[in-house]
Every structure is written in C-alpha cells, then in structure tokens.
C-alpha cells in the first residue's frame, strides 16, 4: 500500500486527495504518474524522518522522472537527507546535481553554504584558520548567489557576509 494511503496526518491525506484528483484530470504519461506516485511517499516518509525509506523513493522517481527541473528537486532533497544524516560530502554532490539542472534553486546556495561554514567552524576548532578562511569565503560565495537569487532572504546570512567584510 502506498505510504500516502497509511498516512494519519489531515494535511497529507488532503494533500494526497487533491494531488490524486489531478494526477486524473491533467494528462500526463503512466511514467510521470507513477514518478510522482514516489516522490510523494518519499516527501511523506521524509516528514516522518525514516530518510532510508524516502532515499529509496527519491531513487525510483529520478529513474522515472526526466524532466530536469523535477528532477532537480528530487536531488535537492536527497541531499536534505544526506545533510540530516550528517553527510555533507554527499549532499554537496547532490546540491550540485540539483543546480546543474536548475540554477535558480537558492535553497541549495544556502544549504551549501550552511555546510561550508559549519567546515569552517570545525577547521577553527582544530586550529587551522587557514583552512577555516577558504571554507568561510566558500560559504561566502554561496550564501551571495542564494541572496541574488531571492533578495530579502537569508537575512542572517547576509549580516554574517556584512560583519565578516565579505559582502561586495
């Protein structure tokens, strides 16, 4: 059964009514059916935590999937799961793949950006400021395309590049 029939929450069974209405109405192949089919269990799976079981759902929708741009979520989420599950090296590769495919995702600029600063942070404490500088000025360059991309967004992140004299 799929997950979002054994979902108890209101806001995913509404959300699953409304998206199966129009999976009917609006034509689309059997393909982009059931690669939606996926990434709604996965989203659902994802919410709930159980990142295996939504990794193993994002997997099948990119193998059914071939609309870039669709398929560029589905890669930013996957590397959400691997950023949860403290893989950084994976999901900058995924942030990477998603952007390839649509540069306009600035979610992924800032979670790149997270991860390259959170280096840093790590590369301090280990007393390597040298280190610690190219992963800030990394963090830098992604946070400055997030905030081109979506102007009034990241307002931390664009105190942080003010304070540290990294904002041109």
Not at 72 to 101: D, M, P, V
């Amino acid at each position: 059964m799929p997950r979002s029939r054994i979902n108890g929450n209101f806001i995913d069974k509404t959300f699953s009514i409304v998206a199966n209405i129009l999976l009917q109405i609006i034509p689309t192949t059997s393909g982009e059916k059931e690669a939606f089919t996926y990434y709604r269990d996965r989203m659902s799976a994802q919410s709930e935590g159980n990142y295996a079981e939504a990794l193993q759902n994002y997997y099948e929708a990119m193998r059914l999937e071939i609309d870039p741009y669709d398929r560029s979520y589905i890669l930013y989420n996957i590397g959400l799961i691997h950023t949860s599950n403290g893989e950084h090296t994976k999901a900058l590769e995924y942030y990477f793949r998603a952007l390839e495919r649509n540069p306009f995702l600035p979610q992924a600029f800032n979670n790149m950006a997270v991860i390259c600063h959170y280096r840093g942070e790590q590369a301090i404490h280990q007393g390597d400021s040298e280190i610690a500088e190219a992963w800030f000025d990394q963090a830098a360059e992604y946070w400055k395309q997030a905030i081109a991309l979506t102007p009034g967004n990241y307002i931390e992140a664009h105190n942080w590049l003010k304070i540290t004299g990294r904002f041109e």
